[in-house]
Antibody, heavy 120, light 108 residues
Framework: EVQLVQSGAEVKKPGESLKISCQGS????????IGWVRQMPGKGLEWVGIIYPADSDTRYSPSSQGHVTMSVDYSISTAYLQWNNLRASDTATYYC?????????????WGQGTMVTVSS | EILMTQSPATLSVSPGERVTLSCRASESVSRNLAWYQQRPGQAPRLLIYGISTRAPGIPARFSGSGSGTEFTLTISSLQSEDFALYYCQQYNNRPPYTFGQGTKLEIK
């Protein structure tokens, strides 16, 4: 079974650092893009970015560029999303999702989400 | 950045009815359009990609159509489990691959 399993909920203070994870299984992790989607409380989906595990090629949304960093450790089939300076506005649920259908950039496999709360 | 606009924001319908959701792109996205369903407390689920191709396991009552900048998702006969949020997404050319703001299907 193809699945993505994300790390657990986090509570942080503004200015702190955080790295959340997403482990893939059931498919060739290095062969497909994996990305992140943000959902602020009660709001819609926001595309954060994607990374290609084989060579760490990354594409960020303009609003995320410079504030978050995507990375992978393909030896353990895991993708990461990292912040070095959290803001209260980063409070959201973050989904990782993979693109395993060739010829599209639609996310067809989703993780369960990681809730991040940033509050003083 | 391509802006995706969905309408209406909320749609009140009865089980068994046929419903059509709309999505408009600020510029042509060719065939690079997907639809997702999100039930309360769950992760989104891919329904349709490439305008009209159903993802594996998606019932035939879901269908997508459109071209260029105007797209629709049709649910032919609403089931109780279909009352949820629906998002369109474009993935044309360069990122960001933006989502619409969503349409909520609620029970009338």
């Amino acid at each position: 079974e193809v699945q993505l399993v994300q790390s657990g909920a986090e509570v942080k203070k503004p200015g702190e650092s955080l790295k959340i994870s997403c482990q893939g299984s059931g498919y060739r992790f290095t062969g497909y893009w994996i990305g992140w989607v943000r959902q602020m409380p009660g709001k819609g989906l926001e595309w954060v970015g994607i990374i290609y595990p084989a060579d760490s090629d990354t594409r960020y949304s303009p609003s995320s560029q410079g504030h978050v960093t995507m990375s992978v450790d393909y030896s353990i089939s895991t993708a990461y999303l990292q912040w070095n300076n959290l803001r209260a506005s980063d409070t959201a649920t973050y989904y990782c999702a993979a693109i395993t259908v060739h010829g599209t950039y639609a996310f067809n496999v989703w993780g369960q989400g990681t809730m991040v709360t940033v509050s003083s | 950045e391509i802006l995706m606009t969905q309408s209406p924001a909320t749609l009140s319908v009865s089980p068994g009815e046929r419903v059509t959701l709309s999505c408009r792109a600020s510029e042509s996205v060719s065939r690079n359009l997907a639809w997702y369903q999100q039930r309360p407390g769950q992760a989104p689920r891919l329904l349709i990609y490439g305008i009209s191709t159903r993802a594996p396991g998606i019932p035939a009552r879901f269908s997508g159509s459109g071209s260029g900048t105007e797209f629709t998702l049709t649910i032919s006969s609403l089931q109780s489990e279909d009352f949820a949020l629906y998002y369109c997404q474009q993935y044309n050319n360069r990122p960001p691959y933006t989502f619409g703001q969503g349409t909520k299907l609620e029970i009338k």
